[in-house]
């Protein structure tokens, strides 16, 4: 018999510099017509994906956001722009008292596609608004270069999950809708 061979991790920083994380709200109400589906970007965040190339056994995720870098990204007129970010960043995530975002894979399911080309299901725990939810899912792809990966895929949440107030003006008759959709297209480089 020969000796088993140890598994080696590979580990992978994400670099926002190169990469697209943004937050889509979806607005309702009577006015919604008028009203804006704020595309919020993803500016400032950190993380590492670990995992056996080839296997993508042992693999993880973990992910942290600075809540202070959300902006509106989507072409809106600038006062409406700072009214939302105000809005987002004082009354919705309330970024002083909750200044992060965080995010752990809890199961990485991966199956192959094609020579580079995966398919994965990511389970995690994500901790927004000082509430922690255990079972987020995110479905996505993932591109393996030689030293690097790209991760595209989304996922959807509910605000009031996270105890987060639900935004309205206009005496409620245009209101932001409780499910935000997340997509992601990140790039890693390997450490």
């Known amino acids: 018999m020969t000796p088993e061979v140890a598994k080696q991790t590979e580990r992978h920083r994400l670099v926002p510099e190169v990469s697209n994380f943004t937050v889509q709200a979806f607005a309702e109400g009577l006015l919604s017509v008028f009203g804006h589906d704020p595309v919020i970007g993803i500016k400032e965040f950190q993380g590492d994906v670990e995992f056996v190339p080839g296997t993508f056994d042992d ?3 973990a992910l942290k956001i600075s809540t202070a870098s959300l902006t509106v990204v989507n ?3 600038k006062k409406d722009r700072l009214e939302i970010e105000r ?6 995530l309330e970024t002083a008292k909750y200044p992060e975002i965080i995010f752990r894979s809890t199961s990485v399911a991966v ?3 094609a020579e ?4 994965a299901r990511v389970m995690g725990e994500l901790t927004l608004h000082g509430v922690t939810q255990t079972n987020l899912w995110i479905n996505g792809a993932v591109f393996v270069g030689v030293d690097s990966m790209r991760l595209k895929g989304e996922c959807s ?3 009031s999950d996270y105890k987060i107030k639900l935004v309205s003006v206009a005496a409620g008759t245009l209101k932001i809708k409780n499910e935000l959709k997340c997509a992601f297209d990140i790039v890693t480089r390997k450490v």
């Open 59 to 61: 693999a993880s995720v």
């Open 111 to 113: 199956s192959r596609l």
């Open 87 to 92: 809005t987002m960043r004082e009354e919705v």
């Open 116 to 119: 580079g080309r995966y398919r």
């Open 75 to 77: 072409e809106v007129s």
């Open 157 to 159: 949440l509910r605000q």
